[in-house]
């Protein structure tokens, strides 16, 4: 059964489970229960099926005249092709990297080599240090202004009002994440980035949590740049970027004198990565193969988050209930019914979170990660420990059955307390 055979598109969660060979790993006498996917998400056969073959059979550099060159150039326009129909782009507006981080830094340098003293770029406390330390960077290098939108601690969300007040004349850029990887957070991009728009500012997106539950659509997100990571939707570790072609093309990137200096290319420095970017592209295309086979690759990547998008909900809804009933135990970020993915942070009083992430594994074979995931000044925002909090993230593998049974272990831990 395909994932449109349900509710017109709701997974069928056994065929996909089936596709995993990580799910039939078995830690202290139970299957694994992966809740780990907002740090990295298991993988698909047909993704590592996918670099097996280009590394056997198509194994070369680029822009050679024989056949495995040839292969492998097509091979990298097919995987721009895939994202940019991820990301409802031009395929000459999606470039490659080792990963989200060396992307930004390498796009912050750009950028800035034309600021200067007085220019601003906002940010905000709501992001990982990913797309906050590169843009501080250029506070030290540059003497440009950095301009601090505050989280509001009892939501979860951003203070839009004092983004508004943040964004003003002198605002050459405005870095904000579209999710929160440690509260499941969504943000309301396309408002931020028309704020943007109205004062002739750019915004940069970081996507890297936003991409595994919601189809991008940079259009309609009205931004200028945008980031991912494939590890965290089933996918090989590279990076990702999309950037309006006008802007790539503009950019004073540092590169070598022989390298192409067209748009993407001029971006990606050195030899790239080949097969990650093939497994990448694979990842895109298992989640499109999840609709079945009819319409184009972008209208079934839309009925697949459509359906685990609802998915998410229901298990996101099941887990916070569950997890609010227990003493002891208290969650951040929206509650179910706002705007937020499937993934939930919380505390259990007394207790620290890496003593009950390293429980959970060890005693009931579940995986959760643990701390503050980049995410520093959420944390701090949040008034919590050094220690953070208990991340629990729902995956298309994720089952009520899992879900059930991490509530019952983490009562299990609070009653031992």
Known sequence: MTLVEQDEHVADVAAIRAQFPALARIEAGHPVAYFDGPGGTQVPRSVVEAMNHYMFHRNANTHWHFATSRETDASLREARRAFADLFNADAQEVAFGANMTTLTMHVARSLGAVWEQGDEIVVTDLDHQANVAPWRRLEQERGVTIRVVPLLAETGTLDFDAMADAIGPRTRLVAVGAASNALGTITDVAGVADLAREHGALTFVDAVHYASHELIDVNALGCDLLVCSPYKFYGTHIGVLYGRKDLLASLDVPRLAPASNEVPERMETGTLNHEGIV?????????????????????????????????????????????????????????????????????????????????????????????????TTVVRSLGLPSDGLIRVGCACYTTEGEIDRLVEAVGVLVAGS
Do not use: C, N
């Open 279 to 375: 497994g990448a592209a694979a990842a895109v295309d298992f989640l499109a193969s999840l609709a079945g086979e009819k319409g184009t690759r972008r209208e079934r990547l839309a009925r697949t988050f459509h359906a685990l998008h609802g998915r998410g909900d229901e298990l996101v809804a099941r887990l916070w209930s569950g997890l609010e009933a227990l003493p002891g135990v208290k969650l951040y970020g929206p509650p179910p019914g706002e705007l937020r993915t499937s993934t939930v942070g919380f505390r259990v009083e007394g207790q620290r979170s890496d003593d009950i992430a390293a429980r959970l594994s060890d005693e009931h074979g579940i995986f959760v990660s643990d701390g503050d995931f980049y995410a």
